[in-house]
């Protein structure tokens, strides 16, 4: 399930007409009527509900009042990059059974630079663990070219440390988009996708970290 807007601006969202540009593009529903699809697809045959966006925090509230109406069992995935108070985290771990966290940055710094947001490192390890002791978590790192050594390497040794029964899907897929691709001199190290040798160099360290990664 898509939900509009997001509580990151990054400049290379490959998703940023539904997270940044047209967030209100899609349907507007309440708690009841989104608990009403739930059980429509759970009756069709779907193995869980994925609650994905952009990002589904903006929505939260909705998706913890759509769970009071919703008569029939499904596992619930929070797709997510898990940008929020310890107060969300608090309801959400009663009720989530999958946890699909990005893990983008390896520092404060990037996090702030690419998607304006503050004390990023100290928030997402905090609901990182929050997360992994209260359900099954496969985390997300999109490989970033130039920074293995600032992002890349820095959240697979906190991963290694603190999550190590966590799967890890380490994501090749980048490539410049939305602001990126408009202004490329504005960031020179994220204008092209990561090379061969880049990726091989992250696999190589997640390996040598006895992390249980997949592509």
């Not at 539904?18 to 608990?35: D, H, M, N, T, W």
């Not at 009042?65 to 997510?80: A, G, M, R, T």
Request: net charge neutral; aromatic share 12%.
């Amino acid at each position: 399930m898509f939900y509009g807007g997001c509580n990151f601006h990054c400049v290379f969202c490959q998703n940023y007409d539904i997270s940044q540009e047209y967030p209100k593009g899609g349907v507007r529903l309440g708690g009841k009527e989104l608990a009403l699809i739930q059980k429509e697809l759970r009756v069709e045959g779907v193995k869980n509900i994925n609650h994905v966006g952009g990002d589904p925090i903006p929505s939260t509230y909705t998706i913890l009042e759509s769970f009071k109406y919703l008569d029939i069992n499904v596992p619930q995935l929070w797709n997510s990059n898990m940008y929020c108070s310890i107060e969300t985290m608090t309801l959400l771990r009663e009720v989530i059974d999958i946890w699909l966290p990005d893990f983008k940055y390896g520092n404060n710094r990037c996090a702030e630079r690419l998607s304006i947001v503050e004390n990023y490192w100290e928030v997402i390890t905090r609901n990182i663990k929050i997360a992994y002791n209260s359900g099954d978590m496969i985390i997300r790192h999109l490989v970033l070219p130039n920074h293995i050594e600032c992002c890349s390497k820095p959240v697979l040794r906190w991963i290694a440390r603190n999550c190590p029964k966590a799967l890890v899907n380490i994501m090749g897929q980048y490539r410049p988009e939305y602001l990126v691709s408009k202004y490329p001199e504005r960031w020179p190290d994220i204008g092209r996708t990561p090379t061969f040798e880049e990726m091989e160099q992250v696999y190589r360290y997640a390996e040598r970290l006895g992390i249980l990664y997949g592509l």
